[in-house]
């Protein structure tokens, strides 16, 4: 049972514009939400996250848009550039962030020149 | 800055091998992590560790076991290798249960 659905799986954005990737979960008691953010021969890079007490978080170009009730949460990279093609990874854990995380199965972004 | 260094960045085994994966973080982290990144699939946890000596499954533990002697250092083990565990694994770290975990570049194995 998938716990945290991520959509598109791919995603094509011309330089300059938005980029938006959406997750979905189902577990309430998921208390932390990360965006991770790789590179090709690289791990993962924690890029932002938020937790459910605000429902947006900006740092420089990233925000995060959550919705509690619906129980997702989006990541928005405006003016895109192409140094921001990667692959993105949301993610959710419970416990405080103790605890492992669940993933999503990954965006693979790419930023058109 | 965080370093959590995985000892190889390819490894070829055979099936039947008993393997070992090091993960080595340099931070005085409490909290240790082992996940599979597969296509498609996304990155999933094997295990985890909370302290020294302690050890909790993840959601796919099955075939693997670990092991935490020292608070620096998270060795993954695969008892006895099979094909279906080829896969990319990643090792990650984090200093307690609100700061965000860092990840190392992985390992990538074969099973032969």
């Known amino acids: 049972q998938q716990q945290v659905k991520q959509s598109p799986q791919s995603l094509i954005v011309q330089k300059g514009g938005i980029s938006i990737i959406n997750c979905a979960y189902e577990?309430?008691?998921?208390?932390?939400f990360p965006w991770y953010q790789q590179f090709p021969g690289k791990g993962p890079a924690l890029l932002i996250a938020?937790?459910?007490?605000?429902s947006e978080k900006k740092e420089g170009r990233f925000t995060i848009s959550f919705n509690k009730s619906a129980k997702q949460f989006s990541l928005h990279i405006m003016d895109s550039q192409p140094g921001d093609s990667a692959t993105y990874f949301c993610a959710a854990n419970s416990g405080g962030g103790a605890d492992g995380l669940t993933f999503g199965k990954g965006t693979h972004l790419i930023i058109q020149p | 800055d965080v370093k959590v260094t995985q000892s190889s960045r390819y490894l070829v085994k055979r099936t039947g091998e008993k393997v070992f994966l090091e993960c080595v973080q340099d931070m005085d982290h409490e909290n240790m992590f082992w996940y599979r990144q597969d296509p498609g699939l996304g990155l999933r946890l094997i295990y985890f560790s909370y302290d020294v000596k302690m050890k909790e499954k993840g959601d796919i533990p099955e075939g693997y076991s670990v092991s935490r002697e020292k608070k620096e250092r998270f060795s993954l083990i695969l008892e006895s290798a099979s094909t279906n565990q080829t896969s990319m694994y990643l090792c990650?770290?984090?200093?307690?249960?609100?700061?965000?975990?860092?990840f190392g570049d992985g390992t990538r194995l074969s099973i032969l």
């Open positions: 577990n309430t008691a998921f208390d932390y």
């Open positions: 990650a770290s984090s200093r307690d249960r609100v700061q965000p975990q860092h």
């Open positions: 938020i937790r459910p007490d605000v």
